[in-house]
């Protein structure tokens, strides 16, 4: 039987908030948290927005999904984020204990693997979803930004 | 001459903070950001207040004082923490750029250290500043813990 809700479905939501990202001059990363199909959290980068670098469009998803389910594990949860995660963000997904993470395009310099961050033990990562959406959108906002200065 | 607003002083003030946490129920930690001798920012653990892993007291730190200076980067300030940061907070603080931590305790098993996180190429550590005071208060809540359960 066809399960219309795999990993495909939830990072196209996920990249649905990179495009907002995008549209706001953040550098386009998008968040989405999802138990059991359902969303609990949709989120994307407000870095520049709001001044801060620990706005990653992650860290915001995990509050919120926190906030949603009245408890800071994220035990039967999935991350899906269109770009790999920082140090920081993977970081506090290992304190969540979240048991997988789904993420598109690799950041093979600031990347959770180059970077050597430990996730939970617990913790199964798939990568390469849309990964050539999630790319194209970081090129395209690169190239835009270097038009414009 | 004698210069009253050195590491310890500041370290202290992280002291207190760590104090308001450990009343509150929470792993007494406390941080403090200072530029030029002054606070800009003090914060104490809150994971469990607000149910969330990410509220460690640096992160609301970074946030607090990026809020109050206008900018994400923290260039010209020292980070006071009573305990090493984990690898989440000391990811942020890679982001940050910030030039100086001071931390307290050491965190054998979970400090960014033991986890092999990486810091900014301009971050300049300090440790064991007033390690005993936060590692006896933080020795002092799990014993205490362990007893009401």
Redesign the interface.
């Known amino acids: 039987m066809i399960n219309p809700f795999d990993d495909t479905y939830f990072m196209k939501k996920a990249l649905q908030e990179a495009e907002i990202a995008f549209d706001k001059g953040e550098v386009p990363v998008g968040a989405i948290i999802a138990v059991e199909n359902r969303i609990i959290a949709r989120a994307h980068n407000l ?2 927005c709001l ?4 706005a990653h469009a992650e ?1 915001q998803a ?2 919120a999904a ?2 949603f389910l ?4 994220l035990h039967q949860c999935t991350l899906y984020v269109t770009l790999e995660p ?7 997904l ?3 204990q979240i048991p997988k993470i789904v993420y598109g395009a690799s950041d093979v310099e600031r990347g959770f693997r180059a ?4 996730l939970h033990p617990k913790t199964k990562v798939v990568s390469g979803v849309l990964e050539e959406e999630a790319s194209n959108l970081l090129k395209q906002f690169f190239i835009q930004k270097r038009n414009l200065n």
Chains 1, 2 share one sequence.
């Open positions: 870095t520049e001044n801060d670098v620990t860290m995990i509050t926190a906030n009245g408890g800071k594990y920082c140090q920081m963000c993977a970081g506090a290992y304190w969540s970077m050597g961050t430990t």
